[in-house]
């Protein structure tokens, strides 16, 4: 085929993915323009004043997305037909490291495009629904330490994959396919002990009722607990959450301090060494948020279901195999010389690039059909803890502390239905507690 042609195809593909991204959000934003009263079927879930607030959120946050999504696609054809890439990498050999001078120049470009959409999306939209605890300084600080440790990491798993698929032969894509997957696997281990910490503040989950409760479920269930700690989420943001991580005989549980309430709050805030904030009449501004002490143990109990049923195992297992069968799709590609010319590379694209631009730009059908194949996945297993909590005596509290978690979110129990089957890894919150009651 032609190269022009080729990159006429392929950004035409990548715009009708784009336009199916859009319609999927327009549908649910439309969905909740026409949706100004709270339905009868969800008032035990939340209150007329909370629907108002989290249907405000919705739409504000959705319109954002459809105008993000239009930007970002107006410079993906930008820099397609711009020849972005072909111009970047010829910079880039000018220099004695040209896969990391990419790799810098790549990063800080899509920094500095990224960047006054996400500080509009914090300290206009967020700010304004009370979910943004940042400061200019402090969240430029976090985006620039992020931009410094992606492009630190990124080199050398580049020039590992670049080798490999210069000396790898045939079944280069194998090679690839085990270095990624080394890779994913100690990410999984150095992630949380020592890259998230460089972000936010964990500590042990003090002595008291909840820590207690979460030790005995451990026990009971014969999971290998040997560390709670807390997070200091409310420093940049009101969202709340709670996980697991850890292999073999070394798991731990995280809990996020906008998930607790009351004396368990205050145990935490003073661990952190944070003041709770206050309203001038002495209230605290938190009182109405978070979970009693039963309520976050049942949304342990939710979280250990996962691991119960080996849903960890199996997402990466799943996850293994679609990166397997990805690589061997890119195999058929990467030498392709038309492909390349219609990148701007006249004799082939270097390695790095063909891998990169294949990824991204000829492979989006299927990571579209991948992406749908592991909401649906993950949206069974979620039902699926949620069943496992239940059958141990914890419906009820789940029930609550989901409505709860729901309220705290200001995520609006109304949803398009095709909308949510296609973006929602988590069902809804109406789904969750009627499934629920089939065990209270």
Known sequence: ?????????????????????????????AKHDSTPKRPREVESIIS???????????????????????????????????????????????????????????YLIAFIIDLPLSLYENFVIEDSHGFNKYTISFYMFDAVKKL????????????GAV??????????????????SVVILGM?????????????????????????????L???????????????????????????????????????????????????YAALGKEEPMHEDGRSKEDEKGMGVEEVVAVVAHE??????????????????NILLALFCFSFFHNNENLAAAFGFNGGAPPLLSLLVIMQYMMVVYNEASSLFTVFITRRMEFEADEYAA??????????????????????PVNDDLYSLCRHTHPPVTERVETLKKFM
């Open 304 to 321: 250990l279901g996962h691991w119960a049923l080996s849903h960890t195992t199996r997402q990466l297992v799943t996850a293994e195999l």
């Open 218 to 268: 451990a026990a009971k269930l014969h999971y290998p607990l040997t560390k709670i700690y807390v997070v200091d989420g409310s420093t940049r943001s009101g969202h709340s959450n709670a996980y697991m991580y850890g292999f073999w005989k070394n798991k731990r549980i995280v809990l996020y301090d906008t998930l607790l309430s009351g004396e368990e709050k205050e145990k935490v």
């Open 163 to 180: 080798w490999l698929m210069e000396n790898g032969g045939d079944l280069f894509f194998i090679y690839l396919w085990l270095f990624i």
């Open 48 to 106: 007329e004043g909370d629907f108002v607030k989290a249907r405000s959120y919705s739409i504000d946050h959705l319109s954002f997305s459809m105008i993000r999504m239009l930007i970002e696609c107006g410079i993906m054809i930008a820099m397609l037909y711009g020849g972005y890439y072909s111009y970047l990498w010829s910079l880039s050999e000018l220099t004695a490291y040209p896969i990391a001078a990419f790799l810098i120049l790549h």
């Open 391 to 412: 059958k141990l005596g914890f419906a009820p509290k789940l029930s609550t502390a989901l409505i709860k978690l729901s309220k705290d979110n200001l995520t609006l």
């Open 1 to 29: 085929m032609d190269p022009r042609l080729l990159l006429h195809s392929i950004v035409g593909v990548n715009f009708l993915l784009f336009l199916w991204e859009f319609f999927l959000t327009y549908r649910q934003k």
């Open 148 to 159: 410094i440790l992606t492009t630190v990491i990124t080199i050398p798993l580049g020039w």
């Open 188 to 216: 999984m281990t150095i992630y949380p002990a020592y890259i998230a910490p460089l972000f936010d503040q964990y500590s042990p989950l003090p002595d008291g009722q909840l820590k207690t409760a979460i030790e005995e």
